[in-house]
């Protein structure tokens, strides 16, 4: 069974920083890009990166471009995303996504909250 | 930045046929993916690659796409089938979704 699993989420001052991970288990991770994809509660889904199956090409939302670094060790069969800068706009729940072979997102977890107040 | 646009809410009958559409500056040369998202779920990808459905997705689901247009179609719309929709464009560097449209049966 494929499973996504999101952690790493909490409250965050302005300014600061969270690594949230995303751990990946019922398929061969390193056969799949990845992505995280945010929701502000109640709103609608923002794709924030993406990165390709050996994190050699990685992609950004104009948001989140030179603030956020999405990465993966596949012999962990872990996606993470660092996030610097935070601003409060980054407030959402966010989750990991597996890209399917065929185009668009097969699997999402079930996200990991992000807070950013003071 | 790219940007999709979907209208904001639909609403149909339990046995009606019901369309969402999506619209985007060069949609025709991207792909178009929907999903589906209920309350406190996570998302569900319903279509892909404008008009293929993946195993386990209804048959009342279809999508079809013409020129830089997307659209969702429901078949005989059941209670079951309301919820947020949401398109996405698809191709090696984007991953945009639209706004959402919330179905409403």
């Known amino acids: 069974e494929v499973q996504l699993v999101e952690s790493g989420g909490s409250v965050v001052r302005p300014g600061g920083s969270l690594r949230l991970s995303c751990a990946a288990s019922g398929f061969t991770f390193d056969n799949h890009g990845m992505s995280w994809v945010r929701q502000v509660p109640g709103k609608g889904l923002e794709w924030v990166a993406a990165?390709?199956?050996?994190?050699?090409?990685?992609g950004y939302a104009d948001s989140v471009r030179g603030r956020f670094t999405i990465s993966r060790d596949n012999a962990r069969n872990s996606l993470y995303v660092e996030m610097n800068s935070l601003r409060a706009e980054d407030t959402a729940l966010y989750h990991c996504?597996?890209?399917?072979?065929?185009?668009?997102?097969?699997?999402w977890g079930q996200g990991t909250l992000v807070t950013v107040s003071s | 930045s790219y940007e999709l646009t979907q209208p904001p809410s639909v609403s149909v009958s339990p046995g009606q046929t019901t369309s969402i559409t999506c619209s985007g500056d060069?949609?025709?040369?991207?792909?178009a993916c929907w999903y589906q998202q209920k309350p406190g779920q996570s998302p569900v990808l319903v279509i892909y690659q404008d008009t293929e459905r993946p195993s386990g997705i209804p048959e009342r689901f279809s999508g079809s796409k013409s020129g830089n247009t997307a659209t969702l179609t429901i078949s005989g719309t059941q209670a079951m089938d309301e919820a947020d929709y949401y398109c996405q464009a698809w191709d090696i560097s984007t991953r945009v979704f639209g706004g959402g449209t919330k179905l409403t049966v």
């Open positions: 996504a597996r890209d399917a072979l065929y185009g668009g997102y097969d699997y």
């Open positions: 060069n949609l025709g040369a991207k792909y």
């Open positions: 990165i390709n199956w050996n994190g050699g090409s990685t």
